[in-house]
């Protein structure tokens, strides 16, 4: 069974995974690169029967490849950028093989700046992938390998996609929380987490705020410059770039260009009046 860490790219999905591994997957809460393994990514090459070779045969895969690797009482947290809409047809998950599911959402308007950086992009092409509701993540391999395929959808779908089914059991959390309300809401994803388990242990708080503080922002930012981190990218110069990069210091008051703000709080404006982002000039 698995229990999915989801969210559109750049919402905090790895800060979120990286406490997680640290309070399940060591002993005192102590954070380390090497935790993550515990939570790897699906759809991936790792977790495919055989080789794809197309978008459509990719949908049709998934659901047959997350039976071959995950099912049976074992719970498995794994990580995901997918859309739970259906592609071509095509179901991500369904609620035999999904336990439940941590999705993160965070504010467009810094999570676009996040974009530019990552995947070398200018605002306006951020912009377009946002509100593109075809929108999908493929990073083929060299012999066009499509495993791992993923299905986006716009910005707005996706976060819906997730916080309105009912296959299974969601926690809804904000990207801001991690950093305003920090200590109740990791142990509201504990005692999420240990619900889905029936895990009726009492929450360890000294682990807790262990994997907490192990975990801060600029923790592992000093991590990655000092030990690296497979996950970041290279710019098309060739330069690695930090995957860690501003974190809560990403503010789209001081940094966001004024036609790109115009575009997203007009264009998502009820999406930011539901999840209570403000809208303002």
Same mark, same amino acid.
């Given at each position: 069974?698995?229990?999915?860490?989801?969210?559109?790219?750049? %919402?905090?999905? =790895?800060? /979120?995974? &990286?406490?997680? @591994?640290? +309070?399940?997957?060591? *002993?005192?809460?102590?954070?380390?690169?090497?935790?993550?393994?515990?939570?790897?990514?699906?759809?991936?090459?790792?977790?495919?029967?055989?080789?794809?070779?197309?978008?459509?045969?990719?949908?049709?895969?998934?659901?047959?490849?997350?039976?071959?690797?995950?099912?049976?009482?074992?719970?498995?947290?794994?990580?995901?950028?997918?859309?739970?809409?259906?592609?071509?047809?095509?179901?991500?998950?369904?609620?035999?093989?999904?336990?439940?599911?941590?999705?993160?959402?965070?504010?467009?308007?810094?999570?676009?700046?996040?974009?530019?950086?990552?995947?070398?992009?200018?605002?306006?092409?951020?912009?377009?992938?946002?509100?593109?509701?075809?929108?999908?993540?493929?990073?083929?391999?060299?012999?066009?390998?499509? %495993?791992?395929? =993923?299905? /986006?959808? &716009?910005?707005? @779908?996706? +976060?819906?996609?997730? *916080?309105?089914?009912?296959?299974?059991?969601?926690?809804?959390?904000?990207?801001?929380?991690?950093?305003?309300?920090?200590?109740?809401?990791?142990?509201?994803?504990?005692?999420?987490?240990?619900?889905?388990?029936?895990?009726?242990?009492?929450?360890?708080?000294?682990?807790?705020?262990?994997?907490?503080?192990?975990?801060?922002?600029?923790?592992?930012?000093?991590?990655?410059?000092?030990?690296?981190?497979?996950?970041?990218?290279?710019?098309?110069?060739?330069?690695?770039?930090?995957?860690?990069?501003?974190?809560?210091?990403?503010?789209?008051?001081?940094?966001?260009?004024?036609?790109?703000?115009?575009?997203?709080?007009?264009?998502?404006?009820?999406?930011?009046?539901?999840?209570?982002?403000?809208?303002?000039?």
């Amino acid at each position: 069974m698995i229990i999915w860490i989801a969210s559109y790219p750049k %919402s905090g999905n =790895t800060y /979120l995974r &990286s406490f997680i @591994s640290s +309070y399940y997957f060591s *002993k005192k809460g102590k954070f380390d690169f090497d935790l993550l393994l515990n939570i790897l990514q699906f759809p991936s090459i790792k977790f495919s029967k055989k080789k794809i070779n197309s978008e459509q045969e990719a949908s049709q895969s998934w659901i047959y490849n997350q039976q071959q690797f995950f099912s049976g009482e074992k719970v498995h947290f794994i990580k995901t950028h997918s859309n739970l809409n259906e592609y071509k047809g095509n179901s991500f998950t369904t609620e035999n093989l999904s336990l439940g599911g941590i999705y993160i959402v965070r504010d467009p308007r810094n999570l676009i700046t996040s974009m530019t950086h990552h995947y070398s992009l200018n605002y306006d092409q951020a912009y377009s992938k946002i509100i593109n509701k075809n929108q999908t993540l493929l990073e083929k391999s060299t012999d066009g390998d499509y %495993s791992n395929f =993923t299905f /986006l959808g &716009s910005w707005s @779908s996706h +976060y819906k996609s997730w *916080k309105n089914t009912n296959d299974f059991k969601t926690l809804f959390i904000k990207y801001e929380d991690l950093e305003n309300n920090k200590f109740d809401t990791f142990k509201k994803i504990v005692n999420f987490i240990n619900t889905l388990k029936k895990n009726d242990k009492i929450i360890n708080e000294k682990k807790l705020i262990n994997s907490i503080n192990s975990t801060n922002f600029s923790n592992l930012k000093n991590k990655e410059e000092n030990e690296g981190f497979e996950e970041s990218v290279y710019s098309k110069s060739g330069e690695k770039k930090r995957f860690f990069n501003l974190g809560f210091n990403n503010r789209w008051q001081k940094i966001l260009p004024k036609n790109i703000l115009n575009k997203l709080n007009n264009t998502l404006q009820n999406e930011l009046n539901e999840l209570g982002y403000e809208v303002n000039e």
